[in-house]
């Protein structure tokens, strides 16, 4: 079954930072990875997927995320942490297999940037 | 993408009643999708609606407390029968354009419902 896990519940960082978010995933298949933004009172905003290729894939508002197959990993990354990245990161697996336009998401942290 | 709007945006709702959300998408779109977010939680997929038949449910959901209508490929409903303060919960709406399977899932802004 695919699934994903977000370790960590919330992340603190220092505007200027980097800061890294961190999604593990277990699929059958090869994995189709998302990474999504929810700000406080919105849905929820597409950043970047990884479907193949280079494993570092550039996004929105300058994060990107690393594939990392032996790890199966794909931590959102950003060199430098801005006050207005503060919200909620979702990671998604969408299913590679027969039922392919399921997507599963994981448990959602909480970014915190302080000025 | 697709942009996709929700109707209402927030409501507040009496125990016992129902409420209906409309989803709307800029274009024709293949698969449209309703999540539930209840308060701090991740989101967890209530039901595919499917173009002119009935939609499929995820286990835990049933068609008499969460019908849908899928009229066309651009607008779908999702209502929330006989409420009661457990279905408070952000309702999103989200779809996938095209039919290939590395393709992106939208979401709308979500309909906020609060049930006293």
């Known amino acids: 079954a695919q699934s994903v896990a977000q370790p960590e519940d919330q992340v603190n960082v220092a505007e200027g930072n980097p800061l890294t978010v961190k999604c593990t995933y277990s699929v059958s298949g090869n994995p189709y990875l998302f990474w999504y933004v929810q700000y406080p009172n919105r849905g929820l905003q597409f950043l970047l997927k990884y479907i193949t290729g280079d494993n570092l894939v550039k996004g929105s508002y300058g994060f990107e995320a690393e594939f990392n197959k032996s790890q199966t990993s794909f931590h959102l990354k950003k060199p430098s942490a801005l006050v207005s990245d503060s919200a909620l990161y979702f990671c998604?697996?969408?299913?590679?297999?027969?039922?392919?336009?399921?997507?599963?998401f994981g448990s959602g942290t909480k970014l915190n940037v302080k000025p | 993408s697709a942009v996709i709007s929700q109707k209402p945006s927030r409501d507040i709702c009496q125990r016992g009643t129902s409420l209906t959300i409309q989803c709307q998408v800029d274009?024709?779109?293949?698969?449209m999708f309703w999540y539930r977010q209840q308060p701090g939680q991740s989101l967890t997929l209530i039901a595919t609606?499917?173009?002119?038949?009935?939609?499929?449910?995820e286990s835990g959901f049933v068609i008499d407390k969460f019908p849908i209508s899928r009229p066309n490929l651009t607008f779908s409903t999702l209502t929330v029968s006989n409420m009661s303060p457990e279905d408070s919960s952000i309702y999103l709406c989200?779809?996938?354009?095209?039919?290939?399977?590395?393709?992106?899932?939208?979401f709308g802004p979500g309909t906020r419902l609060t049930v006293l």
């Open positions: 998604a697996v969408r299913d590679g297999g027969y039922n392919f336009n399921k997507f599963y």
């Open positions: 609606a499917n173009q002119g038949s009935e939609a499929t449910y």
């Open positions: 274009s024709q779109v293949t698969m």
């Open positions: 989200s779809v996938v354009p095209e039919a290939g399977r590395t393709d992106t899932q939208y």
